[in-house]
């Protein structure tokens, strides 16, 4: 892997905990970007797993930056990466996700081409198996049906329509992180949800492209299987930080906090979305046609868990070659 210096060097991020089953397969291909200037650090978040985590990253040599931590969750293990990235620019790769090969070469020139726009890139993405197998319909994970470039208020609708964007998906400008703060560490399940939010609020735009290069893979042993007790009480945390900003910059023609309230109902944060009511109701931000709209969203939320397990009940049957 040569080094380009007319290119930003830019520095992918691998955090693992327990990680043995995948990380070969996510490492080598952050190895084989077809982009030439990167370094790849591998973060160990503190793995118990007799030492097969650190066996495996330690015989990769000088190819990558290997970094052992006590165990702090994904937010610590990034933010750890982080100050110890020599980069221009920020790509998070999952233990058992996989890039492309064009990945991060994609992104960078669709930053470079924004020239001075302050924006992050995303990319789509396709699920995968525990087997790399790919789930579905290779569109499925697609956010927009074509690339484009939102502002930073829609890409908060955005987010909030369409549920958290794939971390992993992103290349995101180190000064980004110098502006808006780390992950926060104390947040265990939805870190990811609250940085996309602060960096939009932030006044950063997206680049958006069609192009899905990340390949993200569906377990069993994923905490997005069994953290629904986290994901509520990170949503209760998140919404203590973010809902007097979304009010602040919310207004007629975009009620940031109307949006952020619905996807919050939909996934039946229920004290989250009261919240964001009797907020709104201080500064008369919701109609009383809103406020019903919640009111039934949330009647959607309780139902949505069977629907989700019937779908995917089907979906994981399906097999794209």
């Not at 110890?84 to 790769?93: D, I, P, R, T, V």
């Not at 484009?148 to 794939?166: D, H, P």
């Not at 940031?256 to 009511?277: G, P, W």
């Not at 709209?293 to 989700?308: A, D, K, V």
Request: proline content about 2%; charged content about 25%; hydrophobic content about 40%.
């Amino acid at each position: 892997m040569g080094e380009n210096k007319e290119l930003p060097l830019v520095s992918i991020i691998i955090p693992v905990y327990n990680g043995s089953e995948y990380m070969e397969e996510a490492i080598d291909s952050a190895l084989n970007q077809t982009y030439s200037n990167l370094e790849v650090l591998v973060v160990n978040d503190g793995s118990r797993d007799d030492g097969a985590t650190e066996r495996i990253a330690l015989s990769y040599g000088d190819r990558i930056r290997y970094i052992s931590k006590p165990n702090g969750g994904v937010s610590s293990a990034l933010n750890e990466g982080i100050r110890h990235m020599k980069g221009e620019y920020f790509s998070w790769l999952s233990h058992d996700d996989v890039y492309a090969p064009n990945k991060v070469a994609n992104q960078v020139k669709m930053l470079l081409e924004s020239k001075d726009l302050r924006a992050v890139a995303l990319c789509g993405h396709k699920q995968i198996d525990k087997n790399s197998a790919l789930l579905g319909d290779a569109r499925s994970a697609l956010r927009f049906q074509k690339s484009c470039v939102l502002n930073w208020q829609e890409a908060l609708i955005s987010l909030f329509r369409q549920g958290c964007y794939n971390g992993c998906a992103f290349l995101i400008p180190k000064a980004v992180f110098d502006e808006c703060g780390g992950f926060h560490e104390g947040l265990r399940y939805s870190q990811d949800m609250l940085m996309w939010i602060r960096i939009f609020l932030g006044g950063y735009w997206l680049v958006y492209s069609d192009q899905a290069d990340v390949y993200c893979r569906v377990h069993d042993k994923q905490l997005t299987q069994t953290g629904k007790a986290l994901y509520y009480s990170d949503s209760k945390a998140i919404g203590d930080l973010v809902i007097p900003a979304l009010c602040d910059a919310s207004d007629g023609d975009r009620n940031l906090l109307f949006y952020y309230a619905k996807n919050n109902a939909v996934y039946l944060n229920t004290t989250v979305v009261k919240d964001c009511m009797l907020a709104a109701k201080q500064k008369k931000l919701f109609a009383a046609g809103q406020n019903l709209q919640l009111r039934t969203l949330l009647i959607y939320g309780r139902l949505r868990p069977l629907i989700r397990k019937v779908y995917y009940r089907v979906f994981k049957r399906v097999k794209t070659q």
